[in-house]
């Protein structure tokens, strides 16, 4: 029997996580945008984005977690202001991104700049007033935290577009 790689299992939802209360807990934290994304540039397959933004060790994390992003990416589409919380993650990414004098984005080491918003946003859930470590455990927080940026990847919200 032949295994998938990582790009290929990717899409499949088969985890039973509920991501709105992660996402509601995400959102509260207030943030202002000041960067634009520049759509005009097609997205990139997810694995050529990671190796071409110096990102190895996130192409095997998300792979590993592929599981639950299927799941993550359907809630996120349906959930309330998840533009607001995608420009929220995108404010997490150019915190930590290198730019030119230009303000234009240089290829870094994407696998420190993802380690680093993975501590963000998981700081962020744990010390919401609201968060019940009762309720939700922290396996299903590194879920989540992967799924999004694995999101925020695929989507050409985080990392710099080979194309």
Do not use: W
């Not at 996120?76 to 533009?83: G, L, M, N, T, V």
């Not at 700081?123 to 919401?128: A, E, F, P, S, T």
């Not at 309720?135 to 695929?154: P, R």
Request: glycine residues 4%.
């Amino acid at each position: 029997m032949e295994g998938k790689r990582g790009s290929e299992c990717l899409l499949k939802p088969v985890s039973n996580i509920d991501f709105n209360p992660l996402l509601n807990i995400f959102f509260k934290e207030e943030t202002e945008s000041k960067f634009k994304f520049d759509i005009s540039k097609m997205p990139a397959r997810i694995n050529k984005k990671l190796i071409f933004n110096n990102a190895p060790k996130h192409k095997l994390i998300f792979a590993n977690h592929s599981i639950t992003y299927g799941d993550f990416e359907e809630t996120i589409h349906e959930f309330p202001d998840s533009q607001k919380i995608i420009q929220k993650l995108m404010d997490i990414f150019y915190k930590y991104a290198e730019v030119d004098s230009n303000g234009k984005l240089i290829v870094s080491n994407g696998d420190n700049i993802l380690f680093t918003m993975r501590d963000d946003i998981k700081k962020i859930i744990v010390n919401d007033k609201d968060f019940d470590p009762n309720i939700i455990a922290d396996e299903q927080i590194d879920d989540f935290v992967v799924a999004f940026l694995t999101y925020g990847v695929s989507e050409c919200k985080v990392l710099v577009n080979p194309n």
